[in-house]
Structures are given as C-alpha cells and as structure tokens.
C-alpha cells in the first residue's frame, strides 16, 4: 500500500466527511438534492412548463428585486432548456452554491448591491474558484487579466486575487457598481459584465437611444443577447 496515497485518501474523506456535516448544519438542510423533489417526477421525467404559473412566479420574483425579472417569451425558453437539457449541471450548482453564495450574499449586501447578482458566478464559472477560460478570464467571477490589473488585483505567481472567494467578489461588487452608476439599469448593468460598457453603449445608440433593455437586445453582441436571458433563468431556477 503506497502511504501517501492512503494519507491523502485519508484527508480527501474527512474533508468531504467535513463538508457534508456543514451542509446539513446550515440553510442547505442536506447536499442530496432530490429532496427537492417534493413532486416525487420521475428521474428521466421533464415536467412541462405551466406558462401562466411561470409568469405569476417570476413576477413575484420581480416584485421583490430591484431587476426587472418578469417573465418574457425569451427567459421562457432559457428556463426550459435548463430544466430539459441542464438538470444535472443545476444538481452540481445547488450542491455548491452554500459553499459560496451566503459569502456572496454579504458582501454584495455591504455595498448596497442586489444579492441576485451572486448569479451571474454561476454562468460564469459553475462556482468554481479556480474556473480558467481559453481566453485567461479566471476565477469566480471570471476577470481577464488586463480587467483584474486595471481593478487593482493582484495577478501572478504565488498570488492571485482572481481566485480569491472574497476578493474576487469585492471587485465584481465594484464594477457592477460602476456598471449601474453609467447606466442606471440592471440589465444593462449586468450586459455590461459580459460585453463591456462600450459595447453597451453602442447598443443603446444604434437602437435609438431606447432605455428597455428588452428592446435594445437585438443590438447587442451575440453572446450577450443570451447572457441576460440566461442570467434570469437561473435566478429563477436556483
């Protein structure tokens, strides 16, 4: 028996021993997640979106956020294709997220930002910390090299605040702060953090000048017009 193996073994087991115990000792009762299943669906069975139920659930959502989160023809489709094609991706991300999002939830509490933008690390990097994309973005939060430098973090060998929970988290705090300080809209706030105030703005204009975000979609890069959409699923969805 190779020792160090077994050692390290060893750890893995009481470290996860470890993480199952907080789990049921905090607001996520239990990391087993099919006890949200309180339907009793079938494993295999995808059940059929009510759309007037959708609309009346998501504009309770809205009603309590300071985001527009009512429903529309385009986040419709977003939740179904999560609840269709990404059930087992929505298991991981609820398993993690009471490792990450009470952190979130205060910090962004403490500089006065909506705690519905802790979502927006779920489509960037599933809740992993150390999430690196083809493009070098890295961490929670997903910050580019010249972005983090620019924001003041520390980037490099041994440190890198990118892959700090609470750093990070504090410098995506300050930009969407500066996002909603330019455009007043979350929204376009949140478009914003995928494509660049630039490009935001370039989208407004060649729209008209329009300030709904829904109308201003089409103008937006590609990616973008599916960011949004896909952030309010998942707000809906988690």
Known sequence: VDLETLALD??????ETDWLDWLDAHYCSSSDTALLNIRDFAEDEVPALDT???VNRMALL???SPMDLDWNPVVHSRIRFYASKRRQHLG???GRAPAYFPIFEEILDKNGLPTELKYISVIESNLNPSAVSWCGATGLWQFMP????LMGMRI???CDDRKSIVASTQKACEYFANSQSIFNNWLFSIASYNCGPGNVQKAIRRSGGRTNFWEALPFLPKETQNYVPKFIAVAYVL
């Open 10 to 15: 060893t750890a893995l087991s009481d470290h």
């Open 52 to 54: 007037v139920e959708l």
């Open 62 to 64: 809205s009603a309590a």
């Open 92 to 94: 991981k991300m609820l």
């Open 146 to 149: 010249y972005t983090g430098k």
């Open 156 to 158: 490099g060998y041994p």
